[in-house]
């Protein structure tokens, strides 16, 4: 997102960084990603809503040159996370009596993060004003979208509530608006099974704390700005409902054919059975589109060769993600092949448990799965079959 006007006297002035290939060292970012920032020049102050990431702290000053904002009074951060906050030192160092507004619990993450003093900071209550004249800001605690310090910002004159993190996704684009709904459904879900899924119960309090706010627009920090929020709360309780589909997520990884031949199998019986399979060859794989897969599926099934004596060290990979991610998951098993012994169920099932789901019995055979190996693929399908219509009727 680059400098353009929201509102008379509110701009976007954050930067796009197109290409930008992971976040976290570990997020895939196939469509890149913005980090928004705001401007609101009101009749008395004028804040700065966030910040960017440091890479891109001279786009945020362009733009606020461009716009000739030559005094800030308010840094409102609503999250600690560098790449919205990374750039306070040198904007307050432009920018001198400009003052951090933001909670306690962020100040303290900001100081330690950024080596900030606190003389920088003014701090807020959970719903307290600030008035910047004609406009006035709310702020609003939103705890653990994604960290623990996290906020929202309410411009009430205007309607607009900036969210951070919270509805982002990560799509570089020049659009402004989230209009191309299909595309940032796709995109936003990415960043919500990578970022938010594992708040889901505390989101689904958040979302509660803004149901009857009067707001038009949501920006958030990451990708475009929301003028039809509707679209985007929809998909959050969506997402954050105990819901699940009948559907299986089935990430693999095979040395030498056995377990491919296993996971083949299953899922020929499983889509024999008008059940959605997603599987994901590992080594091979994009992890955020198996998060993705994650949020509404019933059930996974994690695939694994015996590496020496245990897992795939990708089975055990994408078995920590998953268990950092907790999905919604109601069944779990595990399906592998082995050549002399192990511990790879085992070892899997330890890393496993953040996830309260059923395990339904592992199939494990010795060597190439052949004759009764099969039958007990088929039970494995059957018997996720009668757990998913038990449970969606
Ligand atoms: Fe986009 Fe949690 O930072």
């Known amino acids: 997102m680059t400098l353009r006007e929201l509102k008379p006297g509110v701009h ?55 716009l000739g904002i030559s005094h800030i009074d308010y840094i409102i951060a609503n999250h600690a996370e560098q790449d919205h906050s990374g750039s306070l030192p040198k904007i307050l160092s432009l920018y001198p009596g400009a003052k951090i507004v933001t909670n306690p619990k962020c100040k303290d993450f900001l100081k330690e993060l950024l080596l900030l003093a606190d003389e920088d900071f003014i701090t807020v209550e959970d719903r307290q004003t600030l008035s910047l004249g004609d406009r006035t800001l709310e702020f609003i605690y939103a ?75 949501a920006a958030p920090s990451h990708g475009p700005v929301y003028r039809n929020p509707k679209f985007i709360i929809n998909a959050y309780n969506e997402w954050t409902s105990d819901k699940v589909k009948n559907e299986v997520v089935i990430p693999f990884v095979s040395m030498h054919g056995s377990t491919r031949i296993m996971v083949d199998y299953l899922m020929k019986a499983l889509m024999k059975r008008n059940i959605t399979v997603k599987p994901f060859n590992l080594p091979h794989a994009d992890i955020g589109q198996i998060a993705m897969a994650l949020v509404d599926a019933a059930t996974l099934v994690l695939a694994s060769p015996t590496f020496l004596v245990g897992p795939h060290p990708a089975a055990a990979y994408a078995a920590t993600v998953v268990n950092a991610l907790r999905p919604k998951l109601k069944f779990v098993s595990l399906m592998g092949s082995y050549g002399w012994g192990g511990k790879m169920p085992e070892q899997l099932t330890a890393i496993l448990t953040n996830i309260k789901a059923e395990i339904i019995p592992p199939v494990i055979v010795h060597g190439q799965p052949r004759g009764n190996d099969f039958t007990l693929i088929d039970t494995l399908a059957e018997s996720i079959q009668k757990k998913h219509q038990a449970l969606l009727g």
């Open 143 to 217: 705890p653990w979208v994604h960290w623990p310090e996290t906020m929202f910002t309410y411009l009430r004159e205007d309607k607009i509530l900036f969210t951070c993190d919270f509805l982002g996704s990560h799509l570089a684009t020049s659009d402004t608006y989230a209009d191309n709904e299909a595309k940032v459904y796709e995109s936003a879900k990415r960043y919500y099974a990578e970022i938010m899924m594992p708040f889901r119960t505390i989101i689904t309090k958040n979302l509660e704390k803004i149901r009857d706010l009067d707001y038009t627009i």
């Open 12 to 66: 976007t002035v954050g930067a796009i960084d197109w290409d930008r290939p992971l976040f976290d060292e570990i997020i895939p970012l196939p469509d890149g990603t913005t980090y928004n920032s705001y401007v609101i020049k009101a009749s008395e102050k004028t804040a700065l809503i966030d910040t960017v990431d440091p890479s891109k702290t001279h786009e945020l000053i362009a733009n606020l040159n461009a």
